[in-house]
């Protein structure tokens, strides 16, 4: 395998600089949006379920929002694909802390999300045999690096890498460039698509292209896998680097702007709901409950009592109340009472 980071390529052609500008216009444009909105964690909350679920989905792992929903309540609800699902947007959150304090994406950091992700701690491949295949011909696609020392200092190339400050080359092409080569080695024995998704977020946020992680290929990937697939092979066989790099711009160009709208959704639900909350319930209304009624799709006794600093039995008055105003929905799931939110996971569910 080639090491990075790949001088013999012109990553200045005119149209990758053309996707280029189009996706960094796009991106700041995100960037801004989100950071004029007060709750940054309404919108990590809500962007990185959907994340989660579109980018298992691309492994085949799918469920819906409604058991994400009930394993999210971690009420004993069991659903095997939703787990790995709301462990998917766990590592993103874990990731995410690690960068703000350390500043510096390691092969150890890696190592844990997949190991969160994929709830084993099997890490870094030790024995052969892993092989990319055709899910339909079954036909070997790609066979990954096989020796453990060999995909080790592979690893160690990739860090050096994307923690070096390198003015040379943007760092969308950068990302480009780090999710092709990790996906290339393939240090572990499953979750590196999921694992490798999550480090192209993270490594804009380390390159201040985001405040927080709100920009996900997922939904775009899913909606032209093929090409996905194809792309990888034509680099690696054939030099096709511009094609390659080209897709993962575009993906960020038509993701940002998609990502806009989801937030404006967002903004404009919660704008009703708390005119519908403040014309039906004027004497319980506060900007505190409204925003914990947003922080995640469910909410709880306790929380409330938490968040907005109230008894158990008035936070139970205002929950109850709220339900019967039919801005949230009871459901029991096991022994849990949950309020769900009702309104909000059908907005990320359609969307
Ligand atoms: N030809 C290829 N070369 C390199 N990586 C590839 C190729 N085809 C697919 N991939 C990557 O491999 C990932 C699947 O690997 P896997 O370990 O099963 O991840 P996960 O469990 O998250 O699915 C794909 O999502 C993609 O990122
Ligand atoms: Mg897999």
């Not at 909350?45 to 085949?60: F, G, L, M, P, Y």
Request: proline share 3%.
């Amino acid at each position: 395998m080639k090491l990075l980071p790949f001088h013999e390529y012109d990553l200045k052609t005119p149209r990758i600089l053309e996707a280029l500008n189009e996706a960094s216009r796009s991106l700041a444009e995100l960037k801004g949006f989100a950071n004029s909105i007060p709750n940054q964690h309404i919108l990590m909350n809500a962007i990185t379920i959907n994340e989660a679920k579109d980018s298992s989905a691309i492994e085949n792992i799918v469920t819906t929002h409604d058991s994400i929903y009930k394993v999210l309540t971690e009420s004993g609800f069991k659903d095997e694909s939703a787990k790995e699902v709301v462990d998917y947007r766990s590592a993103i959150w874990r990731g995410y802390e690690i960068i703000k304090e350390k500043g510096f994406i390691s092969t150890n950091v890696l190592v844990e999300l997949q190991g969160m992700i994929e709830h084993n701690k099997a890490g870094i491949r030790k024995n052969p045999g892993t092989k990319l295949v055709n899910s339909k011909t079954k036909e070997v696609i790609y066979t990954p690096p096989q020796d453990e020392k060999e995909i080790r200092d592979l690893l160690k190339n990739l860090e050096d890498y994307i923690n070096k400050k390198d003015e040379e080359v943007d760092p969308l092409i950068k990302m480009a460039l780090i999710h092709y080569q990790f996906e290339s080695i393939h240090p572990f024995y499953d979750g590196n698509g999921r694992t490798g998704r999550i480090l192209n977020v993270l490594y804009l946020v380390l390159n201040h292209l985001l405040e927080s992680p709100i920009l996900y290929l997922s939904n775009y990937i899913n909606k032209n896998k093929d090409q996905y697939y194809k792309l990888f092979t034509e680099f690696r066989e054939n030099n096709n680097y511009e094609d390659w790099i080209i897709y993962i711009l575009k993906g960020v160009e038509e993701t940002s702007k998609n990502t806009i709208e989801l937030i404006k959704l967002i903004q404009r639900e919660m704008e009703s709901y708390k005119e519908e909350f403040m014309t039906k319930l004027p004497k319980i209304y506060s900007d505190e409950l409204l925003d914990s009624l947003f922080f995640e799709v469910y909410t709880r006794i306790n929380y409330i009592e938490d968040r907005c600093h109230v008894t158990r039995q008035t936070a139970a008055t205002y929950l109850n109340s709220l339900v019967d105003a039919g801005l949230l929905e009871f459901e029991k799931i096991g022994r849990e009472s949950i309020y769900k939110n009702s309104r909000l996971i059908n907005l990320l569910s359609q969307f």
